[in-house]
């Protein structure tokens, strides 16, 4: 009899074991929720501040959160890429919150300088066609006598027609970097295309520097002279040589203009 009772005992407790472990597992299922890998914001990521893994964790999210959204599950999928708007801590990843630089128009001036555009007369045939991005150049301006002796009363300048009531062109940007090029209806053209005609850079300068560039702005006509890539049969000399014809040609037209206009 003691026997029996033993037996029973011991049936009764693994029965309550048993149901204790199906009754935990049935819950697991019942509560349980797929997840897949992806990566989410560890610190905020500003407007158009460039992607990197300093910023971003892999993380287990439900899938329910994610089935409709295009969620960056490898660390390639952000490579060179630009948040279009500033992205939170915490938030989940998509692919369309972020784009290349020259879809977002991003130029990446120098610490504590400007950015400033500048129109440009393209001289047919001439360095102008070459210009594209991070191309060295330096800039020209042609304005009347008068303008040039205010503003800039101690720069060398070449003078065209009378010294006193001419023309002169003189350099006011040496060996910049060019962060932009952008053609007459606005859009950016990157030098790949084979032929394209510049209508403005956009440059990095010192805040002196886009202050007078600004007070000219409307008075004189911008040329350029690329310091890069110079073919090996001209010198610097024979470049600046050059640019110094191209200014005198088109102070010539400004004066020829002036003339038929009187």
């Known amino acids: 009899m003691k026997r029996k009772i033993s037996v029973l005992t011991i049936a009764v407790i693994l029965t309550l074991i048993l149901f204790g472990i199906s009754t935990y597992l049935q819950r697991k299922l019942i509560n349980y929720e797929p997840t897949m890998k992806c990566y989410v914001a560890s610190a905020d990521i500003e407007e158009h501040e460039k992607v990197s893994m300093e910023k971003m964790k892999l993380l287990d999210v439900p899938i329910a959160m994610v089935m409709n959204m295009k969620i960056v599950q490898e660390k390639e999928d952000l490579n060179d890429l630009y948040a279009k708007s500033k992205v939170y801590a915490g938030q989940i990843l998509v692919k ?3 784009d290349t ?14 950015k400033i555009a500048i129109r440009i007369k393209a001289a047919e045939n001439g360095v102008s066609y070459r210009i594209k991005e991070n191309s ?8 009347r006598t008068e303008y040039s002796n205010n503003i800039f009363p101690n ?6 027609g009378s010294e006193n009531d001419g023309y002169c062109n003189m350099k006011i940007l040496d060996n910049v970097r060019v962060i932009g090029v952008f053609d007459n209806v606005g859009m950016q053209v990157d030098g790949n295309t084979e032929e394209y005609t510049p209508d403005t850079i956009m440059v990095s300068v010192t805040p002196e520097e886009a202050r007078d560039i600004n007070l000219i702005r409307d008075v004189a006509v911008f040329s350029i002279t690329e310091l890069e890539e110079v073919h090996p049969a001209f010198s610097e000399p024979e470049v600046e040589e050059q640019a110094e014809v191209e200014n005198e040609v088109i102070a010539e037209e400004a004066l020829t203009n002036e003339s038929v206009s009187d």
């Open 155 to 160: 720069s060398a300048r070449q003078y065209i």
């Open 96 to 98: 369309n919150q972020f």
């Open 136 to 143: 060295k150049v330096n800039v020209y301006a042609t304005l």
């Open 101 to 114: 630089r020259e879809s977002l128009s991003i130029f990446e001036g120098e610490e504590g300088k400007e």
